[in-house]
C-alpha cells in the first residue's frame, strides 16, 4: 500500500475518494468542510442537516459526487464525537474507520483531512498509523471468507504541512502501526503453531529486520541461570521454554551513563492453569496469554526502526503452560534467580513465576528502569475492564510518566495501590512468598506485589493488559480481536527520554 502526505489541494488528490471528519453539531461553514459543501453542490450540509450523520464517534455517510477538476467521486463523513473531546489520537481512529468504510464498499484509495491543527508529523502519522490498524483482519487461517478487499493508497493532508514532516510523519505511521499488527498477529496465532520456538523464531527475523541484537536462551542456561521459579511453569509442557532477549543500541546515545530501559513481557503460548487447570469453557481464550511477550517485540521493533538515542532491552519469557507428569504441584517449593523461594499454591499463577525470572534478568542486564507487560490477572478485567489497562509500580514518576503518556497515545491507564501492607498477604508459612493471595481479594495488586519482590534497585511499573490486549467485538476502525496495546505508548515512553 502507497502512502502519501500532502500539505495543499485536498481536493486535487489523485484519489477514488475523499473523507473528512464531522463533529457533533457540526455545520458546514467552515473552512474544508465548507469548500467540500460546495464541491458537492450542498451535499454537505443536507447530510448533516437530514441527521443521515450526527457526527457521533464511529458514524459514516457516504456523498457521490461529480466535479470538474477533482477525480474524487466520493466523499465519506467520519464521526468523531465532540470537537473538544477531539485530539491527536482520535485522527488514528478517524482515519481507520475511514479506511475500514470505504474498503468495504470496495473503493481502493482516498485522502483524508482530520481537520485538527497541530504538529504535521503527530497528524501524519496517527492517520497513517489509523489507516494500517484498521486493515488488520482474523481471516489468515479461513480458505473461505477471507477478505479480499484491500486499499492501495492513502494520501493524508495537514494543511500548511511542511514535505519533510509530513514524510517523516508517513513514515512512523507505518513503522508504529505495522508494528502493532505485529503485535497482534502474534496474539491471534494459534499455539500449536505459536509455540515458545515458533515465537522465538519470529523475534529473531523480526530482529534482523529492525536491526535488533537477538538472543534465545534455551532451558540449559536458564537453569545454570538459576531461574527456577520459570522453569518451573515449562515442567509439564512437551514444549521447550525459551527467554527472548532484544538489544537495541543506539549510534549515540544520550542517555545518561548507566540508563537502559527493560521491556519486559509475559510469553504464555498457551494457559491452561497446568495442575490447577482452568475450566474448560472459555480455555480458547488463553491462546492472548503471551500478549506482554508480543507488545515487547513489537515495541522493541518499532524501536529499532525508529533509532531513538537511548539504549533499550527487551526481555519475553516465552512458555507454555500445561499440566502433565512433570507438572508443577501446588505446594511445592522452586528457587528464583535472585535467591528467593516460592510457594507455588496455585499453577495457575503462572505469569507472575515467568516474570519473577525475566524481570530479575533484565535488571542483571543493566536495566535501571523496567516495565512488565502481561495479561496477568483475571481481576484487572472485573477492575477496570476493556477500557483501561492496569498499572503499579514502585516509583511514582514512572507510573506518572506513563500515565500521562498513554492520555497523548490515547491508551488508558489506571493506577491500583502497591505497598507493604499487600505485600504481607503474600508471605507464605513455609518459603519467602507465596505466588497467590488471600482468595478474592486485591488479585491484580498481588500479581503486582510478586513481580515487585524480583526487582531490586531498578525503576519498575507493572502493566495488567488482560483485559485490554483483546476486544471482543469489532469496532469501527477495527478488526475484533488483538489490540496490540501499551505499543504506542512504549514507544512515545522510550522517545520521551532521549
Ligand atoms: N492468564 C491468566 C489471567 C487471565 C485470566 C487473563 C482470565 C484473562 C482472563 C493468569 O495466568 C491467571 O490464570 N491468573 C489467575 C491468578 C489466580 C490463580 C491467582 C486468575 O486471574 O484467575
Ligand atoms: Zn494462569
Ligand atoms: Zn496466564
Redesign the pocket.
Known amino acids: 500500500m502507497e502512502f502519501q502526505g500532502i500539505g495543499s489541494k485536498f481536493t486535487a488528490a489523485s484519489v477514488e475518494a475523499l473523507a473528512v471528519v464531522v463533529f457533533k453539531d457540526d455545520n458546514a461553514n467552515d473552512g474544508i468542510l465548507k469548500e467540500l459543501d460546495a464541491l458537492t453542490g450542498g451535499q454537505v450540509a443536507d447530510t448533516i442537516k437530514a441527521k443521515e450523520i450526527n457526527g457521533g464517534q464511529g458514524e459514516t455517510a457516504l456523498i457521490r459526487f461529480s466535479a470538474k477538476g477533482v477525480k474524487a467521486t466520493r466523499l465519506l463523513l467520519v464521526g468523531c464525537g465532540e470537537r473538544d473531546k477531539y485530539k491527536a489520537s482520535s485522527v488514528a481512529i478517524a482515519s481507520g474507520t475511514a479506511a475500514r468504510t470505504l474498503r468495504k464498499l470496495n473503493l481502493k484509495s482516498f485522502a483524508f483531512d482530520a481537520r485538527i491543527d497541530g504538529d504535521a508529523v503527530e497528524i501524519a502519522q496517527n492517520a497513517v498509523q489509523g489507516v494500517i490498524t484498521s486493515q488488520f483482519e482474523l481471516d489468515k487461517y479461513k480458505t473461505k471468507d477471507k477478505n479480499t478487499k484491500s486499499l492501495s493508497k492513502f494520501v493524508v493532508h495537514v494543511d500548511g504541512g511542511k514535505p519533510a514532516d509530513l514524510k517523516k510523519g508517513v513514515e512512523r505511521g507505518q513503522i508504529i502501526g505495522d508494528s502493532m499488527n505485529f503485535a497482534r498477529e502474534l496474539a491471534n496465532e494459534p499455539p500449536n503453531i505459536l509455540h515458545p520456538t515458533e515465537m522465538a523464531k519470529r523475534a529473531q527475523a523480526m530482529a534482523k529486520e529492525a536491526g535488533l541484537k537477538c538472543e534465545v536462551l534455551d532451558e540449559a542456561k536458564m537453569e545454570k541461570l538459576g531461574m527456577g521459579s520459570l522453569i518451573s511453569v515449562t515442567k509439564g509442557s512437551e514444549q521447550p521454554a525459551k527467554l527472548i532477549v532484544l538489544r537495541y543500541t543506539p549510534a549515540k546515545s544520550t542517555a545518561k551513563k548507566g540508563d537502559v530501559i527493560g521491556l519486559v513481557g509475559k510469553g504464555?503460548t498457551f494457559?491452561t492453569?497446568g495442575i490447577?487447570l482452568?475450566p474448560g469453557e472459555g480455555m480458547d481464550?488463553?491462546k492472548y496469554?503471551m500478549s506482554g511477550g508480543a507488545t515487547t517485540l513489537a515495541a522493541m521493533r518499532a524501536i529499532g526502526l525508529l533509532k531513538p538515542s537511548v539504549p533499550v532491552i527487551g526481555v519475553v519469557a516465552a512458555v507454555e503452560?500445561m499440566p502433565d507428569g512433570k507438572a508443577s504441584r501446588p505446594s511445592d517449593v522452586v528457587t528464583a534467580m535472585n535467591g528467593k523461594t516460592i510457594e507455588i499454591l496455585?499453577t495457575?499463577?503462572?505469569?507472575r513465576l515467568i516474570l519473577a525470572d525475566a524481570v530479575a534478568y533484565a535488571e542483571k542486564q543493566g536495566a535501571n528502569r523496567i516495565i512488565d507487560m502481561a495479561?496477568?490477572?483475571?481481576?484487572v478485567?472485573i477492575a477496570l475492564g476493556g477500557h483501561n489497562t492496569g498499572i503499579m509500580g514502585n516509583d511514582q514518576e514512572l507510573v506518572d510518566e506513563l500515565i500521562s503518556i498513554g492520555k497523548e497515545t490515547g491508551e488508558g491507564f489506571w493506577q491500583l495501590p502497591l505497598g507493604p501492607e499487600y505485600s504481607k498477604d503474600i508471605r507464605s508459612d513455609i518459603a519467602d512468598i507465596k505466588?497467590?493471595?488471600p482468595r478474592g481479594k486485591a488479585?491484580t495488586i498481588?500479581?503486582a506485589v510478586f513481580i515487585q519482590e524480583f526487582v531490586d534497585k531498578a525503576k519498575w511499573a507493572h502493566l495488567d493488559i488482560?483485559?485490554t490486549a483483546w476486544h471482543d467485538g469489532v469496532r469501527p476502525h477495527q478488526a475484533k480481536g488483538p489490540t496490540g496495546v501499551a505499543v504506542r505508548t512504549l514507544v512515545k515512553f522510550v522517545e520521551k527520554s532521549q
Open positions: 504464555i494457559d492453569g490447577s482452568k481464550a488463553m496469554d503452560n496455585n495457575d499463577a503462572e505469569g495479561t496477568l490477572t483475571g481481576a478485567i505466588n497467590i493471595g488479585g498481588m500479581g488482560a483485559g
